[in-house]
Structures are given as C-alpha cells and as structure tokens.
C-alpha cells in the first residue's frame, strides 16, 4: 500500500509587505494630523509676529531712545511698540471725546478741508473708518443669498447700507415702483476682499442667519468649512486618529491569529 503524503501547505503570505503598507498608512495618517494642528499654529504665529514686528518698526523710531527700555537692556523687548501705539491711540480717543481735545480735532480737520487733493483723500478715509469701527456704523452685520450669476444660482452676499435718497428716487423713477433699495457686496471666492457692490431691492434678498465671520470663511473655503459645523476640523482629526487606532488594533489582532496558527500547523 502506497504511503499517503500529506499536502503541501500554502505558503505563507508574506508579513513584511502588509506591515509595511500599514505603517505607512498610520504614519501618513499622523503626519497629515500634525499638520492640521501645526499649520494654523504656525501661520497664525507667524502673521502675529510680523504685525508685532511692523508697528514695533513705525513707533519705535518716533520715541526718543533715553525712553525705550531697549537703551538700557542688551535685549530688545518686541511688542513695545505696539503696547505704546495702543495706549497713544487710546490717549487720543480720550482727548477727542472731550470739548478741548474736540475742538482741536475739528481745528485742524478744517485745515484739511482746505487743502486741495487731502481733504477727500481724509473724508473718504475717515468714513470708512467710521463705517467700520463706529458702534453706530453701517459695516457688514447681516448676510444674505442673491440670484447671481443666472436665475436659479445663489451667491452669498453681505448687506451694506439702504441705498441713498438720490439713488432710491432715481431706481424707482426707472423701475415705476416705490421698492427699498439696499446695497450689497459679492464676495468673490477665495478672496472675500474682492467682488461686486450694486443696489437690489431687498425683496429679492434672503436674509440667512449666519455671522459675517461664517460666511467669510463660507467663502474662502469655497463651501469646505460650513457654519453649522464649527468644528468639523476637529471631529475629522479625531475620526483619522480613530480610524488609524482602530487599523492597529486589528493589524494586531491579525499578528496574534497568525502566530497562535503556526504552532498548530507545524503540528500536523
């Protein structure tokens, strides 16, 4: 009677490719979350020391140097500038609010009135900065959805300021309807900074009910980053991290399998 022979067992796949896919997946995996925590630590850092660096730049020349801490110490302190800027800012503010610091505000906003090309080079200016920095200015504080660039797309708009008394009649005058005119910026995506102004009824303007800030980041991230999820950054960070631990935990529960399989096949 012929001897029986046993099969030959498959050969065993190789380890080393698997492991090292996976650990090169985990270690993609963890590079790209250090990123998305370094990268805005990092660029955020960095435009506040520039700021820092700038205006330290513009104030510390204008203070006399037997003032500057930095005379005295073989270091120099940054952010002084900027602390002495802000108290000046806040000085002047001060002064300004009171009849003598008024008056002399508007003393010598009447020599400017007369100077030819700076008096509207500082209304323009100084109304701009009122709109923006006034508690009772018209900035941005509402959002809106217009039928841009064809019927049936919306674009993201923020609301300025009713239009003008000359520009209502005018508007109306043409359109033969009493309407209430409002002007409105279209961002431009990914730069908010840039787009269109032009009035609209607000009829046809859907007021939404997000920030200014929302729809600025709405806008530069092109649809990416939504204001009803603020941290949509964070709980995707957190789900790879899972996703990573949840793959090395299985990866080890396979290495234990595989190992517990081989005493027993080197048995048979």
Known sequence: MAPTLSPIPDAPEPASSKTRVSARGRLRTYFLTGVI???????????????????????????PASYLPDHYLPFSIPGLGLVIAFLAVTMLGFLTANLVGRSVVEFGEVLLARTP??????????????????????SFRTVGLVEFPVKGTWSVVFLSAPA?????????AKEGEAKDYVGVFLPCA?????????????????????????????????????????????????????????????????DKEKARREPARQDV
């Open 37 to 63: 925590v370094a990268g805005p630590l990092a660029i955020t850092a960095y435009i506040t020391w520039w700021f820092i660096a700038l205006i330290d730049g513009w104030v510390k020349p204008l203070v």
């Open 117 to 138: 090309v700076i008096s509207g080079l500082y209304r323009g200016l100084r109304q701009i900065f009122e709109t923006l920095f006034s508690a009772n200015g018209t």
């Open 164 to 172: 003008a008394n000359e520009v209502q009649g005018a508007l109306q």
């Open 190 to 254: 990914p730069n908010p900074t840039t787009g269109f102004f032009f009035y609209l009824p607000r009829s046809e303007i859907v007021e939404v009910g997000i920030s200014v800030d929302d729809a600025a980041k709405l806008v530069m991230s092109a649809g990416v980053i939504q204001p009803e999820d603020p941290r949509g950054g964070l709980q995707a960070m957190a789900a790879s991290l899972r996703q990573a631990q949840l793959q090395e935990s299985e990866e080890g529960t396979a």
